[in-house]
C-alpha cells in the first residue's frame, strides 16, 4: 500500500515507520523544511500536498485544530482517496476533524482510526494478555478492509464501530484511555482488549 503520513510527531512517526517496517511505502508529509523530523530517520519526505497526491491511503497526524488548515491545502488531492482521521482536540467537543473532513474532502473515503490509544502502544503493541482491539469507524466494503490491514499491520486488531456517526464512542475510549493512564497513573503503555465467544488469538 502507498501511505501518506501528515504529520511527523509522536502518532506519525510511530505509525509510519511501523507500516514500513511492515512492508508499506510510506511518504512523510511535511509543511516545510527544517519540520521536526527527528523521529523518522531518512525515510521520504515531501509536501503534505505531494505527499497525498501521490498516495492511495492519507493519514492526518497533526494537531486537530490544524485540519481545516492542512486539507484546505490539500484540496482535491484527496479525493476517492482513504483518509484516516488520527487527530484528537483534547477538551473540545466533538474532539474529531470529521466535520471538517467532510465539509473540505467530501469525495474522501473517511476513516476515525488510530486516534485512541497512545503512540507507546502503537510503537509496541505487545502485552501479555494479548494482541490489543482498534476501534475504528467507517464506511464498509474495499476501503475498511485496507484500514483493517493496516491496523493489524501496526500489530493491533481491528474493531469496526459502524459508521462515522460513532466517532463520538470511539472519542469516549480515548477520554478512558487518558482517564485510565494519566489520571489514574496506570501509564501511557496501556491498551484494551474485548473478550467475546469468538475473541481473536
Ligand atoms: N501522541 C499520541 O500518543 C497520539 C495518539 C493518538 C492520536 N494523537 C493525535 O495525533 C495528532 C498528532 O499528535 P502528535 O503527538 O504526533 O503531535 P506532535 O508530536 O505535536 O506532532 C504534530 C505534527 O503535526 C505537524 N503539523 C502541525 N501543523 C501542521 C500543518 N498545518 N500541516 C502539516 N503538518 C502540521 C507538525 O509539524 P511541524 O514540525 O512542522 O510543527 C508535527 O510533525 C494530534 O491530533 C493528536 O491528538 C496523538
Redesign the pocket.
Known amino acids: 500500500m502507498n501511505i501518506a503520513v501528515?504529520?511527523?510527531?509522536?502518532?506519525?512517526a510511530t505509525v509510519g515507520l511501523r507500516w514500513i517496517s511492515a512492508g508499506h511505502d510510506v511518504t512523510f508529509?511535511?509543511?516545510?523544511s527544517g519540520?521536526?523530523t527527528s523521529l523518522i530517520g531518512d525515510s521520504p519526505t515531501a509536501t503534505?500536498e505531494a505527499a497525498a497526491n501521490a498516495n492511495e491511503v492519507v493519514l492526518l497526524?497533526?494537531?486537530?485544530a490544524?485540519v481545516g488548515?492542512?486539507l484546505i491545502s490539500l484540496g482535491t488531492t484527496v479525493a476517492r482517496k482513504i483518509l484516516i482521521d488520527?487527530?484528537?482536540q483534547?477538551g473540545a467537543h466533538p474532539m474529531h476533524a470529521l466535520a471538517a473532513c467532510r465539509h473540505l474532502a467530501p469525495s474522501a473515503v473517511t476513516f476515525r482510526a488510530?486516534?485512541s490509544?497512545?503512540?507507546e502502544v502503537f510503537a509496541d503493541p505487545s502485552f501479555a494478555g494479548g494482541r490489543p482491539d482498534l476501534l475504528y469507524c467507517g464506511p464498509i466494503g474495499e476501503q475498511a478492509r485496507v484500514v483493517e490491514q493496516l491496523i493489524t499491520d501496526v500489530g493491533l486488531h481491528p474493531v469496526r464501530l459502524g459508521d462515522l456517526e460513532r466517532a463520538d464512542l470511539i472519542d469516549g475510549w480515548t477520554r478512558l484511555y487518558f482517564a485510565l493512564a494519566l489520571g489514574e497513573s496506570m501509564g501511557r503503555h496501556l491498551a484494551f482488549r474485548l473478550l467475546s465467544p469468538s475473541n481473536h488469538d
Open positions: 501528515i504529520g511527523t510527531g509522536k502518532l506519525g508529509g511535511i509543511r516545510r519540520a521536526t503534505p497526524a497533526v494537531p486537530g490544524a488548515e492542512l488520527a487527530t484528537n483534547l488510530f486516534n490509544l497512545g503512540w
